[in-house]
T-cell receptor, first 114, second 118 residues
Framework: AQTVTQSQPEMSVQEAETVTLSCTYDTSESDYYLFWYKQPPSRQMILVIRQEAYKQQNATENRFSVNFQKAAKSFSLKISDSQLGDAAMYFC???????????FGTGTRLTVIP | EAQVTQNPRYLITVTGKKLTVTCSQN?????MSWYRQDPGLGLRQIYYSMNVEVTDKGDVPEGYKVSRKEKRNFPLILESPSPNQTSLYFC?????????????????FGQGTRLTVV
């Protein structure tokens, strides 16, 4: 079974600084998708960014970008110019083509210090 | 407004008393699924449905049932709830099963149902 590992249960960052959240995954497949989801205190699951494994270019969405290292099976999220609203639980997730099942990591709780 | 609606948002019940958590989406999505979220475990899939009358087990289906009689609704049924089913539950939907072909469609999540079984 696929596994997704987030080795940082908690992280903190100073407002306006940059923070990187780590994620590794295990798969024998070559075609798959990776995601970062944000869960604020409201509990809602919000898609932050997605990466298709067949694309070599790292995905970016405004202040959010990923460092996708396919050979190393690593998928880290970089948040630039951190804002107070970025404080949340962040989940890394893996989705294999045709599997119909999102595999989530255990989450990283991000605190933003004013 | 496109949304996935779960009810109730909070529920406290007793062991063995059957309950249903409803999920409804207004986006005409074929694919729907249920997850439970537990501290230190992330989200794990319980059941999913690729279309009306088509359902299948996820990673943790024991103790749960689902039905998909209509495209928009995907209720989660706990026939005899037990304390180990105390959890935060999420329903999600998307247009196609994630990653069919090369087009991934975004999964929309409901706002969650906090269930406590005593």
């Amino acid at each position: 079974a696929q596994t997704v590992t987030q080795s940082q249960p908690e992280m903190s960052v100073q407002e306006a600084e940059t923070v990187t959240l780590s994620c590794t995954y295990d798969t024998s497949e070559s075609d798959y998708y990776l995601f970062w989801y944000k869960q604020p205190p409201s509990r809602q699951m919000i898609l932050v960014i997605r990466q298709e494994a067949y694309k070599q270019q790292n995905a970016t969405e405004n202040r959010f970008s990923v460092n996708f290292q396919k050979a190393a099976k690593s998928f880290s999220l970089k948040i630039s110019d951190s804002q107070l609203g970025d404080a949340a639980m962040y989940f890394c997730a893996y989705d294999q083509t045709g599997a119909n099942n999102l595999f989530f990591g255990t989450g990283t709780r991000l605190t933003v210090i004013p | 407004e496109a949304q996935v609606t779960q009810n109730p948002r909070y529920l406290i019940t007793v062991t063995g008393k059957k309950l249903t958590v409803t999920c409804s989406q207004n986006m005409n999505h074929e694919y729907m699924s249920w997850y439970r979220q537990d501290p230190g475990l992330g989200l794990r899939q319980i059941y999913y449905s690729m279309n009306v009358e088509v359902t299948d087990k996820g990673d943790v289906p024991e103790g749960y049932k689902v039905s998909r009689k209509e495209k928009r609704n995907f209720p989660l049924i706990l026939e005899s709830p037990s304390p180990n089913q105390t959890s935060l539950y999420f329903c999600a939907s998307s247009f196609t099963p994630p990653h069919r072909g090369r087009t991934n469609t975004e999964a929309f999540f409901g706002q969650g149902t906090r269930l406590t079984v005593v």
